[in-house]
Every structure is written in structure tokens, then in C-alpha cells.
């Protein structure tokens, strides 16, 4: 019975396995769709009725799903805290922890449902080929993290000298300044906040040409990192 079951939940070469597959996504979609129109103000009694029947017998699902695949895993605890398992852990949980809850903690646990359109993950090649080309690029991507993180507290520090004395309201300290060098070196600029001094006003235009570059650099990581992925996959 065991194999049997993985069968069906593990593997994706046969007809019951490829049914359980799109079973289980459509359920995830519904889910997704539901928790979105929850959102709606002034809905319906009845209407609320239907979205909270649907989500009982999502979670029902997901959760026989859950502790399927524990039971059919050779190694149950590697699962329980593995990726996929986590995340059908995490799809479930806002649910059973809702009891007892007043409402205020229940609209944040809402929050965490979302979590269940990560499962779809286990069920896309695409999102899989994603997943290896991250794994297999970590180092750079981290090593990137960190220089973009240098690289903003400079940019905050930066600013900070120069607009601090004519703009004591917006860089009163390099802890303010840390916005305006987020969404200066993201190349967003959302303009509520600018210098005026031509000091900083050149440090912003070296900061915008340095954050060209940043948005460049992991796009050209991951990019290779999938294409390698891709390869991989293909000489296999």
C-alpha cells in the first residue's frame, strides 16, 4: 500500500499520478482565488459561507496530502523539514492555529496562506529548473547581497554629509538616508525625497549609474545559472 501511494503522490508516470497532480494545483488555484475574494468589503453572509466551506475542504486535502507524504517519505524527518515540506507544512498551519484566535490575529495569520502557491513549485518543471540555477549560483548571488548592502550604507552615509546641513528634515541621520539610498541605487526614485545641494546632487548621479550595474549584475547571474540548469538537464 505504502508504494502504491507514492505512486501516485511521489512520481508523475502514471495516469493516476498526473491526476492527482493537476487535482492538487486546480485545489491550490481555488484556494488562492478564494483568499483574494475574502478580501472583497461587504460581502455576503452567504458568500462567506462558500469561501469558508472551500477552505475547509482545501485544507482538508492538503492535509491528508501532508501526512501522505510523510507516511510514503523513506526519511520522515529529512521531509518534515525539507523545502516542500515546510511549505505544505506552512499552507496548513493559519488554518488549525485560527481556533481560539480573536479576529485581529486571525486577518494576520490570513497572510500566510499564501504560502500555498508555493506548492505549486514541486509541481513545475520550470520553477524546478529556477530552484537548481539558484542552488548552483548561492555563492554569487550572496556575495552580490553583500556588496549591494555595503554599497547602500555608503550611499546613506554619502547623502547624509551632503544634504544633512540643507535638509535636516529628510537626512537627519544615516539611518534616514537609508531610504533615499534604497530606492536611488534600485533605480526606482519615487521622488518624495532629492538633493539640492550639487554635492549631492553628483553623489546621486554616481549612485544612479552604480545601481544600473546592480540591476544588471543578478540578471546575468541567474541567466547563466539557468541556461546551465537547462543543459544539464538536456545531456541527461
Request: proline letters at 3%; charged letters at 15%.
Amino acid at each position: 500500500m505504502r508504494d502504491y501511494i507514492k505512486t501516485i503522490i511521489e512520481y508523475n508516470d502514471n495516469r493516476l499520478s498526473r491526476l492527482f497532480a493537476v487535482f492538487i494545483q486546480v485545489l491550490i488555484f481555488i484556494s488562492i482565488i478564494s483568499f483574494s475574494i475574502e478580501t472583497i468589503p461587504n460581502l455576503k453572509p452567504q458568500t462567506r459561507v462558500i469561501l469558508q466551506s472551500i477552505e475547509v475542504f482545501c485544507v482538508v486535502i492538503f492535509t491528508i496530502e501532508y501526512l501522505l507524504r510523510i507516511y510514503v517519505a523513506n526519511h520522515k524527518l529529512k521531509f518534515i523539514f525539507s523545502f516542500f515540506g515546510l511549505i505544505d507544512f506552512l499552507a496548513i498551519l493559519p488554518f488549525y492555529l485560527s481556533f481560539g484566535l480573536d479576529l485581529r490575529s486571525l486577518r494576520a495569520l490570513r497572510f500566510f496562506r499564501l504560502f500555498r502557491i508555493l506548492k505549486l513549485a514541486r509541481y513545475n518543471k520550470a520553477i524546478n529548473h529556477f530552484s537548481r540555477a539558484i542552488k548552483s549560483a548561492r555563492e554569487e548571488i550572496f556575495l552580490f547581497i553583500f556588496i549591494t548592502l555595503i554599497l547602500i550604507y555608503f550611499s546613506a552615509v554619502g547623502i547624509y554629509y551632503f544634504e544633512n546641513q540643507e535638509q535636516p528634515e529628510h537626512f537627519s541621520s544615516i539611518f534616514d538616508s537609508l531610504w533615499w539610498a534604497i530606492i536611488t541605487l534600485t533605480t526606482v526614485g519615487y521622488g518624495d525625497i532629492y538633493p539640492i545641494t550639487v554635492g549631492g546632487k553628483v553623489f546621486t548621479f554616481l549612485i544612479l549609474m552604480i545601481g544600473l550595474g546592480i540591476v544588471a549584475v543578478p540578471t546575468g547571474i541567474i541567466s547563466s545559472a539557468l541556461t546551465k540548469s537547462v543543459d544539464d538537464k538536456t545531456s541527461k
